[in-house]
Structures are given as C-alpha cells and as structure tokens.
C-alpha cells in the first residue's frame, strides 16, 4: 500500500514531503484492518489522517534536516 501510494503522488507531481505524508497514512489506514489489502482506504480518509495525525520526527532526522 505504500508503495501505491507513493507511486499516485510521484504521478500526481506532489513534492516529496506530501508524498511522503500521504504513503505513510495510506499504510497506517489498512494497518487498521485484517489481511494485506483489508484496510486499503480511500484518499479523502487518508488526507482526513494527515490533518489530525501527530507528527513524530526522531532527533537523528531533525539535526539532519
């Protein structure tokens, strides 16, 4: 599912954060139900995870940023 995902914002010409954001809420959603595609979700509930979503960022990829 990330995969997918990042593959539609790479095509959609997203900047990588976004990209980045979207692929990992898409693989978070169908974490949320049983089997490897059970929770594929859609991108309105994807982009409704991403406004309310905590961000955590480790110390490591801050100082690098």
Known sequence: VFHGAFCYGVLA?????EI???SNAMAA???TAIGARGG????DKA???MKRAER????EVKRRV
Request: proline share 0%; net charge negative.
């Open 20 to 22: 980045l954001d979207f």
């Open 13 to 17: 010409g997203w900047g990588i954060e």
């Open 56 to 59: 955590r960022v480790m110390e």
């Open 47 to 49: 982009e409704s995870l």
């Open 40 to 43: 594929i979700s859609t991108r």
């Open 29 to 31: 959603l169908n974490c």
